[in-house]
């Protein structure tokens, strides 16, 4: 696939067009990376902010309540877990255990102990449990999004 | 709708040659009164076989847990029940003196084997894991 890259400083707005021949992983992971730029609502300390889900690093559920966490700062967000990976799933979001989901781009390193428990050390310093239950759906998505850069490749 | 397909094949093979071995030997016991070594044998495999799969269905439960220790528990409940079915075995027909080492080692020895594979094949998954992680991050990068 060829990229083509313009800085043209006379634009009003910064855009994307995708041409296509038909449809593929790689089209879809295109389409869904730019849907992690759609933003949404986080509430902290009372105010609300817009959060894009590409900067989300992982989502947790504390007391029914969904968060979620950037780098540094933690955000409330409305709906539950499993409407979030419903929209965003795609994005590169993974469920890792009953109550939290990590963003696959944001995992920078993959360890497992020596009692086989798996964590996934992100690039903000912070590490997650990686329950077995669903180490099979990670290294799935993991796997596919390689495929997803070969095909680009190509 | 094809009934049996590519996933289903093997499985298929293995209960319907499960439900022959067993019919046989059930049928001869009943209409033929033969029921020797053999016959024990394999209904103890085919028991074996059930409590192990069951063993094996229950892991959901214990995910929250250090797999070494479920892998220990797991292997100290195994090896009592197989102990125990060959004392009550004793009870039928009577124990060979190296009956119970046989019994333990064909168990331990099996069983030693698939944990090792496993731990091998998890630390095989990391590093792969790794690696993608390691491509996916340097293809982004030179895409910035």
């Not at chain 1, 933003?39 to 959060?51: A, E, N, R, W």
């Not at chain 2, 594979?117 to 790794?130: D, Q, T």
Request: glycine share 6%; proline share 2%; hydrophobic share 45%.
């Amino acid at each position: 696939m060829k990229v083509h890259y313009w800085k043209e400083p006379s634009l009003k707005e910064d855009h994307v067009d995708v041409h296509y021949r038909k449809e593929s992983e790689s089209v879809e992971m295109i389409r869904n990376f730019f849907l992690s730029f759609h933003s949404i609502m986080g509430k902290k300390d009372g105010c609300t902010h817009k959060l894009y889900p590409g900067s989300i690093y992982y989502l947790e559920v504390v007391d029914r309540k969904l968060f979620a966490y950037q780098e540094k700062e933690v955000y409330q967000i409305e709906g539950s877990l499993g409407h979030f990976l419903d929209y965003y799933g795609e994005s590169g979001f993974v469920q890792i255990s009953k109550s939290a989901a990590v963003n696959i781009r944001k995992v920078a390193r993959m360890k497992a102990d020596l009692n086989m428990r798996l964590r996934l050390a992100l690039d903000n310093g912070e590490e997650l449990i990686l329950n077995r239950n669903y180490k099979k759906a990670f290294l799935e998505a993991l796997y596919r999004l390689q495929e997803v850069y070969h095909e680009i490749d190509q | 709708m094809k009934l049996i397909n590519k996933k289903n094949f093997f499985p298929t093979v293995c209960t319907v040659f499960t439900v022959l071995m067993i019919g046989k030997v059930l049928l001869e016991a009943v209409f033929q009164g033969v029921f020797g070594g053999y016959q024990g044998n394999v209904l103890m495999m085919f028991f074996f076989s059930l409590l192990g799969t069951f063993v094996i269905s229950q892991h959901y439960r214990f995910q929250n847990l250090p797999l070494l220790a479920v892998i220990g528990v797991q292997y100290l409940l195994l090896v009592s029940v197989v102990l125990g079915v060959t004392w009550l075995g004793s009870f039928v027909e009577p124990i060979h003196e190296e009956g119970y080492r046989d019994m333990f080692l064909s168990f331990s020895v099996p069983y030693g084997i698939a944990a090792i594979v496993y731990y091998i094949s998890l630390f095989y998954e990391v590093r792969r894991a790794n690696r993608i992680l390691d491509e996916v991050r340097r293809k982004e990068n030179e895409r910035i």
